[in-house]
């Protein structure tokens, strides 16, 4: 269940980095301080 929804977020990033730059990187240190 954990890398389901991990990959999911890891598409959405994808999908944010096509359109700006640098938005993935932001978006899975969101998601790693969540986990933390």
Do not use: C, K, Y
């Amino acid at each position: 269940m954990v890398m389901s929804r991990l990959l999911s977020v890891m598409g959405t990033a994808a999908r944010l980095e096509a359109q700006r730059p640098g938005a993935a990187m932001v978006t899975t240190g969101r998601l790693l301080a969540q986990r933390n």
